[in-house]
């Protein structure tokens, strides 16, 4: 059976095969229940590294609903982290973004999979192009909120979800603890996967966005309407296009994440530590 017959499969809910996917995670990692969901996005690869110990790893593709990732400097596991405090994080390195095609179930099923093992946190981290000039590559900084451009919504039928606070102040403070320079800024996700034209840039400013990306906005919403508090982090990777003199490119993203790596990672540490 193909991949995405999971999620065409009538008779299954998203919710019945996130609840299949979190037993196989069970079984093979023999964690009853996490309490931290972490994605990791472009440049944010290695972040996960100081966080604590990697109990289990499960390549993605031996998940129900889980596939190998398309995308070079996307990692394709599962890995189970024990925090030195005793917390247990799920980190998924292998994020579907909603530009490969299969459709918003697959992008959300990150996020149902690690609420039906018990997580109430969800961590999500992207790199992603920067609107304000004094943000150089390598700025990590807090979602604050978000404009969702893709015209998708990872629910399904009249459920409606308040989206007000969608990215937890009481987070929020918790990161401003231990870094009180963090900027905040608002995502505005396009669908991609190309990057914007410099007046689709201009158009992201004018409605109040900060930041330009391709993830996040559809992960958060499933993870709200999951029940799970949500805290966003962008690293700044690349100025967006026309705010730069020079054009994009997926490499520049690379090496902008791999500078800021130490900063980032620790940073991370210490706000999944305090969660
Ligand atoms: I990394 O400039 C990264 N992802 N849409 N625009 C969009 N996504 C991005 C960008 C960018 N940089």
Redesign the pocket.
């Given at each position: 059976m193909n991949i995405n017959d999971h999620f065409s499969a009538s008779s299954q809910t998203p919710q019945s095969l996130a609840e299949q996917a979190a037993q196989t995670i069970r079984e093979r990692s023999r964690i009853e229940s996490y309490d931290i969901a972490l994605v990791l996005?472009?440049?944010w690869g290695k972040a996960a590294d100081l966080i604590g110990e990697t109990v289990s790893e499960i390549p993605a593709g031996e998940i129900p609903g889980f596939s190998a990732p398309a995308v070079a400097g996307h990692g394709g596991t599962l890995r189970s982290i024990r925090t030195p405090s005793g917390k247990i994080a799920l980190v998924l390195g292998s994020r579907t973004h909603y530009y490969e095609g299969k459709g918003v179930r697959a992008v959300a099923h990150g996020m149902r999979t690690a609420a039906a093992l018990g997580a109430q946190t969800a961590v999500l981290t992207?790199?992603?192009?920067?609107l304000v000039k004094e943000w150089k590559p390598g700025q990590p900084v807090l979602i604050r909120d978000h404009i969702n451009l893709t015209g998708a919504s990872p629910l399904e039928g009249a459920t409606f979800i308040d989206l007000t606070d969608l990215y937890s102040q009481r987070l929020r403070n918790i990161a401003h603890q231990i870094d009180p320079t963090l900027p905040e800024g608002v995502y505005?996700?396009?669908r991609?996967p190309h990057?914007?034209t410099p007046a689709e840039?201009q158009m992201a400013k004018i409605i109040g966005g900060d930041l330009?990306?391709?993830?996040t906005t559809l992960e958060a919403i499933a993870a709200r309407e999951a029940g799970m508090e949500v805290l966003g982090i962008s690293?700044v990777?690349?100025?967006?296009?026309g705010i730069s003199a020079t054009p994009?490119s997926?490499e520049e993203?690379l090496a902008?994440?791999a500078a800021a790596g130490p900063q980032i990672s620790q940073l991370l540490a210490q706000i999944v530590e305090r969660l």
């Open positions: 996005g472009s440049g992207n790199g992603c192009g920067g505005v996700q396009f991609g990057y914007e840039v330009v990306g391709m993830s690293l990777t690349n100025l967006a296009a994009l997926h993203v902008a994440g």
